[in-house]
DNA sequence: TAGATTGTTAATCGATTAACAATC
DNA sequence: TAGATTGTTAATCGATTAACAATC
């Protein structure tokens, strides 16, 4: 559940002289209610001491066992252009488990360029690589008319995870978990918020 | 509301051979039940003619209207690394009133740099060109540290909608529309998905 | 008129929160 | 014991959806 990672951020801002925490502390840092994080928290069986609080370090524990964070996910990146590469050399992931492992383009100029210690690839070597590195996750950087077709091999490869960055709405196969980062929405929120504000 | 956007582009989607679209239709594009379409254009006036539907050109006036795309907003981006200027070059913003207006770094030997069309400008001066280029929406591309400090600057330069890009979590202030694009956290609910599918 | 589709009400569903007994 | 805080139930709230009269 989408609250989860978020909690497990919030304990690197809790004071380091505190071994436990209250659902209290919590809420506030993550910005919820108290009973939001109780809940939640039961929900993935990670139990508290009554009239104490959560031990943080059993805490951060079992929020990385219930988000998956234990194992280690082979992520490939397909573009290699600005946002690729940004994506590529992006700081966020490194220590929570998740390891670019191949960076594809088109462009027979872009490959064999080094983007941050990985090598573009060949996009028609997609299908082989995916399988021969584990590929689990993928991140479609492409410009948007070849989004789906990208979508399309990473799901036939059998790539059951994928981030869109392309402004393309993707079908959705069964069983294939599409997340769409899309950066003119965001920015069409706001402009919204510009408004009525 | 996060849906009009949706909407907006479900639009495009439409067949070029109608002129008028029903909620039904609509809802399925967009992957939405057909009462919450009529709900949501009702609620911004959008009306349409009983036993015909919604006129497509006229709703998507209604659409940008109550997003606010008649206007343009002036954008600024900080931090010139691969992220802000995949930023500055998204194809995304282009059509929808937003431009980008200043791209800016700490680093000396960015700044004069060309990123599209743009001179990377020094930080030191955010204040003045918010100011003097009517910049209402800032995009934090800075590493995690930098981004507190950056949006502090931005709020005191008079933005009000920021779009953070670093994975930081934002002090907010009144009145400021802070919306995050985490890259980790996406991840993290993906992998959450691998483990329970 | 018959068929289609809106606009809106009322019912449903799910998520959030208040409250409190349990208990450290 | 007194104070703190969990875990969970029940109440609340809001969002979604079904249903249907209005009407083109």
Redesign the interface.
């Known amino acids: 559940?989408?609250r989860?990672?978020?909690y497990l951020?919030c304990l690197s801002?809790l004071p380091t002289s505190q071994s436990t925490c209250s659902s209290d502390q919590l809420a506030a840092i993550a910005g919820v209610n108290p009973a939001q994080v109780r809940k939640d928290l039961s929900h993935i069986d990670a139990r508290g001491v009554r009239g104490v609080g959560y031990d943080i370090d059993e805490l951060r524990r079992e929020l990385r066992h219930?988000?998956?964070?234990i194992?280690t996910?082979g992520?490939a990146i397909i573009g290699a252009?600005?946002?690729g590469?940004?994506?590529a050399?992006?700081?966020?992931?490194v220590g929570?488990?998740?390891e670019v492992r191949a960076i594809f383009d088109v462009d027979p100029t872009k490959v064999g360029e080094e983007a941050d210690g990985l090598v573009v690839e060949p996009l028609t070597d997609l299908e082989l690589i995916v399988a021969k590195r584990s590929i689990?996750?993928g991140i479609v950087a492409t410009?948007?008319y070849a989004a789906q077709d990208v979508a399309d091999r990473l799901v036939r490869s059998g790539v059951?995870?994928?981030?869109n960055f392309a402004?393309a709405?993707l079908r959705r196969a069964p069983?294939v978990?599409v997340?769409r980062?899309?950066?003119?929405?965001?920015?069409?929120?706001?402009?919204?918020?510009?408004?009525h504000?």
Chains 1, 2 share one sequence.
């Open positions: 559940m989408a989860l990672p978020v951020r801002d219930a988000l998956g964070l194992k996910y992520v252009g600005h946002l590469t940004a994506l050399n992006y700081p966020g992931f929570w488990g998740f689990s996750i410009p948007s059951r995870s994928i981030l402004p709405i069983g978990e997340r980062v899309d950066l003119s929405t965001e920015l069409q929120i706001l402009a919204f918020h510009l408004q504000a």
